[in-house]
């Protein structure tokens, strides 16, 4: 049981460039997010799903695109990378509708925007 | 206003004591309410939830939620050096709904 993975650990991009973070867990979660982490700011909602084939902005959307592939996956897309989006980049997943509605998170990605 | 307060520390405290940490919040409706310990370079792992008024206990841990006065709090017995991290708040108005609001955390660090 690996719980929720995050794919890649680590990503350089230069400004401009695009790619796809993905996420899968094997919880049988309905729910999953993608989150930022700066310093200062804490965790930031970018996206999320409540169920697979709904997906929903969060706090700071803009620069940004999901897809709900399936029940397990969840992938996050730059389609041109900004210096601004260099961050730490976590995914997490929880069960809707569950009374212990807990939130598990993967290991992140380190992205960094030259 | 932050949705969601916490003293960003450090906290130190000596090997073998209680830390406490504490949460505010400014959402009345808030129903459920976590702790995440987050080492350096690490994702946030979950510790502990509550979600009635009261105490949980779990292990060395134990959380503390008072929703008429919007604070949940954690306490650490026989803290260890290995207890060193940030620890995030977090709360969400229960189920049903995907917003959850974290603190920007508390440094701890236990001195051996």
């Known amino acids: 049981n690996a719980g929720v993975t995050q794919t890649p650990k680590f990503q350089v991009l230069k400004t401009g460039q695009s790619m796809t973070l993905q996420c899968a867990q094997d919880?049988?979660?309905?729910?999953m997010y993608w989150y930022r982490q700066d310093p200062g700011m804490g965790l930031r909602l970018i996206y999320y799903?409540?169920?697979?084939?709904?997906?929903d902005k969060g706090e700071v959307p803009n620069g940004y695109n999901v897809s709900r592939l399936n029940k397990r996956e969840f992938s996050l897309r730059l389609e041109s990378a900004a210096p601004s989006q260099t961050s730490v980049y976590f995914c997490?997943?929880?069960?809707?509708?569950?009374?212990?509605?807990?939130?598990?998170f993967g290991p992140g990605t380190r992205l960094t925007v030259l | 206003q932050k949705e969601v307060e916490q003293n960003s520390g450090p906290l130190s405290v000596p090997e073998g004591a209680i830390a406490s940490l504490n949460c505010t919040y400014s959402?009345?409706?808030?129903?459920?309410f976590f702790w995440y310990r987050q080492y350096s370079g690490k994702s946030p792992e979950l510790i502990m939830s509550?979600?009635?008024?009261g105490d949980k206990e779990d292990g060395r841990f134990t959380a503390q939620l008072n929703k008429a006065s919007q604070y949940v709090s954690l306490l650490i017995r026989d803290s260890q050096p290995s207890d060193s991290a940030t620890y995030l708040c977090?709360?969400?108005?229960?189920?049903?709904?995907?917003?959850?609001?974290f603190g920007t955390g508390t440094r701890l660090k236990v001195l051996a």
């Open positions: 959402d009345r409706g808030s129903q459920s």
């Open positions: 799903s409540a169920s697979e084939g709904t997906t």
């Open positions: 997490a997943s929880s069960e809707y509708g569950s009374s212990y509605n807990e939130q598990f």
């Open positions: 977090a709360v969400n108005r229960g189920s049903g709904t995907y917003k959850y609001i």
């Open positions: 509550i979600y009635s008024n």
């Open positions: 919880m049988n979660h309905n729910s």
